[in-house]
């Protein structure tokens, strides 16, 4: 609606308007047509009267004159207001007494829907329009839904606590000396002791494992010793005496001595092998340990008490000095080993075992 005082541009339904205060909108005659509002016209002033002229009389004798009365002011017709095309000009105009008296107020705006919040990102602490899916930053799922209700598996369920109550407002709870245990307690008893009643027949086992790992195994020297054949001066017994400087050797000599002959030895008690020490050659000296033949290879055969038996096969290094195997056995009574091949063979030549020692613990 525009004012036609100002030209001021006013919200439609406003009845005054907002810059200059005039009014807006004009009352309806009675046959439809809208009257145009009045024009508010300033007060106009009353004439004065003009005041009388003295007029020269003779001087008579003075009476009583009578008391002015006051001059009632014309009413001043109100102005026309402009008329407007359509307007009917012999309609009356109010006068600015007729118009309302109502207090210009703000433009009626019709109420909307109220605004909806942003969405707060539940990752990044970020916010996004309402209508988005994904968030703008770290595009994680604005609005997963209500997570599913999944029941844990039964063992969840068995060590679960279940909520404690909360105490009623006004009384302290009371504090117990004993907590009752629950149902795990005695399920973790029970499979300790099925553990311990199943492992007992093998405790002293894992015990003498225990302690042949982190123990040093003790020589356990055999009392018999048994060959396949031996050379003069070279017995069985020479090598299992202790010394590296005497060695057994077989009776026949050439390209193929000591394949297949074996020594033998038995063990007063049964013993529990660890360690094979082997010195191979005539000696731990260089330039005697290359005058004779030497084992290559060797099995190792160790009988338990219960006839059980063990084999393994050892690589012997083609130098002087000690080599040290790894053997394991339990409750051995007898060892036997046997070459398999030889370094160093040739005409005249026999093969030399310096020393054999066994390592392990005795019952």
């Known amino acids: ?11 439609p339904g406003t009845q005054f308007c907002t810059s200059c205060q005039a009014f807006l909108e004009w009352e309806a005659p009675q046959n439809g047509t809208p009257t145009p509002p009045a024009t508010p016209v300033p007060p106009v002033p009353a004439p004065s009267a003009p005041a009388p002229q ?49 207090p210009p107020g703000p433009a009626n705006t019709p109420p909307g829907p109220p605004p909806v919040p942003p969405i707060r990102c539940p990752n990044c602490r970020t916010e996004n329009a309402p209508d988005r899916t994904l968030c703008i930053r770290c ?3 604005l ?26 407002a006004g009384t302290r709870p009371k504090r117990r000396l004993w907590r009752r245990p629950g149902l795990a307690l005695p399920i973790v008893l029970i499979v300790l002791a099925c553990g311990v009643w199943f492992a007992l027949p093998h405790l002293s086992g894992w015990f003498g494992f225990a302690k ?22 070279h017995p069985a017994g020479a090598a299992f005496d202790g010394f590296n400087n005497r060695y057994w050797a077989p009776s026949a000599a050439g390209p193929d001595t000591g394949v297949g002959q074996y020594l033998e030895c038995d063990f007063e008690q049964p013993v529990r092998v660890l360690k094979l020490v082997v010195f191979s050659g005539t000696s731990a000296k260089m330039d005697e340990f290359l005058t004779q033949a030497r084992p290559a290879r060797i099995t190792v ?16 290094k083609d130098q002087p000095g000690q080599q040290t195997f790894d053997l394991r ?16 063979a040739g005409p005249g030549r026999r093969l030399a075992v310096a020393e054999i020692e066994f390592f392990g613990r005795r019952p």
């Open 212 to 233: 042949d790992e982190t123990g040093t195994p003790e020589a356990v020297p055999p009392t018999r010793f048994r060959a396949s054949s031996r050379a003069p001066g």
């Open 329 to 344: 056995g339990s409750e051995i009574v007898r060892a036997r080993l046997t070459t398999d091949t030889t370094y160093g």
């Open 301 to 316: 055969l160790l009988t338990s008490a219960d006839g059980t038996s063990v084999t393994k096969k050892l690589r012997v």
């Open 54 to 102: 003295p007029t020269p009389r003779p001087h008579p004798t003075p009476q009583p004159q009578p008391a002015p009365q006051p001059q009632r002011r014309p009413p001043v017709p109100a102005p026309a207001a402009p008329r407007r095309p359509g307007d009917d000009p012999d309609e009356p105009v109010p006068g600015p007494e007729a118009l309302p008296d109502v």
């Open 143 to 168: 609005d997963p839904g209500p997570p599913p209700d999944v029941r844990p598996p039964w063992w969840r369920r068995i060590f679960r606590r279940r909520p404690r109550r909360a105490p009623t």
């Open 1 to 11: 609606m525009i004012c036609e005082t100002c030209g001021q541009n006013n919200a």
């Open 139 to 141: 595009a994680l799922l």
